[in-house]
């Protein structure tokens, strides 16, 4: 694992203006991460009462106190580890302290962003399933199931309401049964795999006059910086992808 800076660096988007309609509990809800690898976190919080605003940012995790489980482990560099190597295993790791996204009085979903770098290794003969960023009423998901159901869902708890459960997922397989588009994918997921909507993993440069699409391979190993931005006025939630070596924010309004 590499240590990476924590310098802000930039680029396109895979989801562009995509609108979405979310549903959340009134309860606090808990930001997870279910990362192969994560080496750096940020994320802002903005609600209508400027007195609710905050945000943090990890640098490394030797210090920031996540509630870990499965086999998710804070390495020697400081890198946040999900997972090894071995197959068949799911590691969750979510900021120790609730989250209330919805407000309780007016039911509209505050605004966030949030910001990090990961790198996905697979085991020797297959690629690691993916990862996702996840908000959740609990950290605990009874039953939840590896590989393609990233450690959330089942297959009879897959789609059920009363999840609540909003993830944004960077896929590397193509599942069938979850409609993928195919195994290099970013999905928006509300309550299930089947994800309502999704976008081949890509960024974007400018040359001149003309914007260049590129494919982004989620399991090259190397590191990949990521955007997820919900704008609670507009319902618009943009989710941008780029290699860490990518600098500018090409391609976004």
């Not at 030797?62 to 390495?75: F, K, M, V």
């Not at 580890?81 to 505050?110: C, E, M, W």
């Not at 770098?117 to 297959?126: K, Q």
């Not at 391979?217 to 590191?223: F, G, K």
Request: proline share 4%; with cysteine; net charge negative.
């Amino acid at each position: 694992m590499h240590s990476i800076p924590s310098s802000s660096m930039a680029s396109s988007s895979t989801f562009h203006n995509m609108r979405s309609s979310c549903s959340y509990e009134i309860e606090p809800m808990r930001v997870g991460l279910l990362f192969q690898a994560l080496l750096l976190f940020l994320l802002n919080f903005f609600n209508s009462t400027n007195s609710d605003n905050f945000g943090f940012t990890f640098s490394g995790f030797h210090r920031s106190n996540l509630s870990l489980n499965g086999d998710a482990e804070i390495i020697q560099s400081g890198a946040l580890q999900l997972t090894d190597n071995s197959l068949q295993v799911i590691g969750h790791a979510f900021y120790p302290h609730p989250i209330r996204f919805k407000n309780t009085s007016s039911g509209k979903v505050s605004s966030f962003s949030t910001y990090f770098v990961f790198a996905i290794t697979g085991p020797i003969f297959t690629p690691a399933a993916g990862l996702a960023f996840v908000i959740s009423p609990s950290t605990q998901f009874p039953g939840a199931r590896y590989a393609q159901y990233f450690g959330l869902f089942y297959k009879s708890s897959n789609g059920d309401p009363q999840n609540h459960v909003f993830a944004v997922e960077f896929d590397t397989v193509q599942n069938v049964e979850f409609d993928d588009k195919n195994g290099q994918h970013v999905g928006i997921d509300l309550n299930s795999l089947t994800s309502n909507a999704s976008e081949l993993s890509a960024y974007y440069t400018e040359e001149g006059h003309n914007t260049l699409k590129h494919a982004l391979d989620l399991t090259s190993e190397e590191p990949i910086q990521a955007w997820i931005e919900y704008d609670g006025v507009e319902k618009l939630l943009n989710v941008t992808l780029s290699p860490l070596v990518i600098i500018g924010r090409n391609g976004r309004d």
